[in-house]
């Protein structure tokens, strides 16, 4: 039994053997199980939660679907996890409280994987690095920009940077960096430097960024091949302008994100000890 809860608790190996699997999945040939995997997921939940019930149907497992909020009743996480163990092959959580996940993983009674966090958001960047690996084979090579602030998304970047060594810069202003992560505040320059431009939304911070909102001008200046992959839900006018994701490239967003259901798939297969 294994867990996704933080990327760093993974080694290189395992998001390899992740990898492996989604590329069995993509092709129809992953692994099928009889079993149940029980879904919390808000109801405003959309590109996760479909390419996670849609998932576990092709892999042969029943989808029951539950509010986050279920997790918030005062019943322990050793009654919850005891009780869900007779019928649940594989918890899938999408919940603000990390701890909540935590606390179940403790229990060692059925596997976890982390649908979404306000701390990280791991199988949205695994994804998106498995649709990048598919064209850049050699991630290490490659030069991560991610502009905006300090937030899940550029967590859950900083942890998989922290596994497969890969170099993540962050530009933002800097009281919205990240702690211990590579920043500037300098977008002109950085874009030029740039492989792989990555953002996520403004949050409270609009008028901080704006000066750091991503525009076709600007990916221009990047190098030749540069992909923008902005997180979703992006608001033009906030994070990028209508004319960066415009056309098929240099935004790769729409494609990258059909890598979710296979890697996902792949995520409940590991966990589950399928291969």
Known sequence: ?????????????????????????????????????????????????????????????????FPPETLDKPESAADVAG????????????????????????TRR??????????????????DAYALKRTRPDLRRLKFLFVGADGNIVRAWQELATVLDLKLTQCCPADLAVPGLE????????????????????????RALAPYRITRKLLERAKPGVLFNPCPPFTRGNELSADAVASSWP?????????????????????????
């Not at 979404?116 to 960047?125: D, R």
């Not at 935004?251 to 798939?265: C, D, E, I, N, R």
């Open 83 to 106: 009780y869900l163990a007779n019928w649940a092959d594989v918890l899938v959580i999408r919940h603000p409280d990390i701890g909540k996940l935590e606390t179940l993983v403790a």
């Open 1 to 65: 039994m294994k867990h996704l809860v933080r990327l760093t608790d993974w080694s290189r190996d395992d998001v390899n053997a992740v990898f492996k699997l989604a590329d069995a999945y993509g092709k129809g040939k992953g692994p099928r199980t009889d079993g149940v995997a029980a879904l919390f997921m808000p109801s405003t939940s959309l590109r996760t939660r479909l390419t996670f019930e849609r998932g576990a149907d092709l892999m042969g497992l029943q989808a029951i679907l």
């Open 110 to 127: 059925v596997p976890v994987v982390n649908a979404m966090t306000s701390i990280n958001h791991p199988c949205e960047v695994l994804s």
């Open 251 to 275: 935004f790769v967003g729409y494609g990258f994100k059909a890598s979710l259901l296979p890697v996902q798939q792949a995520v409940m297969a590991y966990c589950m000890g399928l291969s």
């Open 183 to 206: 920043w500037t505040d300098d977008l002109e320059a950085a874009i030029k430097q740039a492989d792989v431009v990555l953002t996520d939304s403004v949050g409270p911070h609009r």
